[in-house]
């Protein structure tokens, strides 16, 4: 298996962190209407900022928001309310053809199966080179020529534009798809969970291969992933959802190794070890009972059903997300440091 990729130096995150957003939510939020006067509070007022050339980690339980974050964002899905600020330019409340027309070229996105977001009645040359014929005057020859050095990139062949996608393992699908996304060489892409589906032998070659992408490329990046240890070795800073809201944001190690909140605390705290000698005998943490619905929120702190520190405030008061006291970068919603 290749070397995993490394942890970011503490000078790094800084330079990113004192750079203008490239891409900024503010507030963003995201309603599904159910019928019946009921409503799915996916996303609920998140304000998070990418700087230029930055890697984001966006960590928490299936459920949390992650994917609809990311896919509202680049406006996949039509915002509620709230704004998305890019390069400067506040971007439409529902977009439009002409929308992703002017901003296709600049925000890209890896989905995060490889088996169904692959059109399996399409060529891999025609996958990988629609983006060209949608969005540049690339001819025929020119759009091959650049699929096949894309292919090359990503670790496959020019060769294998003529094939389909099930004949390919989900690895190779997920470079095609990794191509598809960066062949209009976009500034902004959004990976949502793209190692989820992939064996452990092929997780850190994808993202050995995403990290060699960027630092060519100059990426910045919004990382959505489950695998909070791996998520710490891609990122600058993390950022950590729970039920719709961003609940801590800090340097990767930082928030890894020094989480503040206890949701954060506990998120980590159930990570395994690697050493399945040391995980045999440590005292591992679990969060209690399940996510509550997204559909009947309560007033307060949404972690407070499951919280081990809960107080009388964290049921009737909303925690803002505030940065803390003589800690550079690191911001929490938690009453226990209000």
Known sequence: ?????????????????????????????????????????????????????????????????????????????????????????????SYHPKDFQRHARRMQMIFQDPYSSLNPRMTVGEIVGEGLRLHSKDTGRQIRDRVADWLERVGLSGDHMARYPHEFSGGQRQR?????????????????????????????????????????MGLTMLFIAHDLSMVRYVSDRMAVMYLGTVVEIGPANDVFFEPKHPYTEILIGSNPEPDPEAERHRDSTHIRGEIPSPVNVKPGCRFASRCPKVMDVCRTTTPELLPLKNVSGREVACHLFS
């Open 176 to 216: 095609i798809g990794i191509a598809r996304a960066l062949i209009l060489e976009p500034d902004f892409v959004v990976c949502d969970e793209p190692i989820s589906a992939l064996d452990v032998s092929v997780q850190a070659q994808v993202v050995n291969l995403l990290d060699t992408l960027k630092a060519s």
């Open 1 to 93: 298996m290749p070397k995993v990729l490394r942890a970011r130096r503490v000078s790094e995150v800084k330079d990113t962190a004192a750079a203008q957003p490239l891409v900024e939510s503010r507030a963003l939020t995201k309603h599904f209407p159910l019928g019946r006067h009921q409503t799915v509070h996916a996303l609920d007022g998140v304000s998070l900022a990418i700087a230029p050339k930055e890697i984001v980690g966006l960590v928490g339980e299936s459920g949390s928001g992650k994917s609809t974050y990311g896919k509202t964002l680049i406006g996949l899905h039509d915002k509620t309310s709230g704004e998305v600020i890019f390069d400067g330019e506040r971007l439409p409340q």
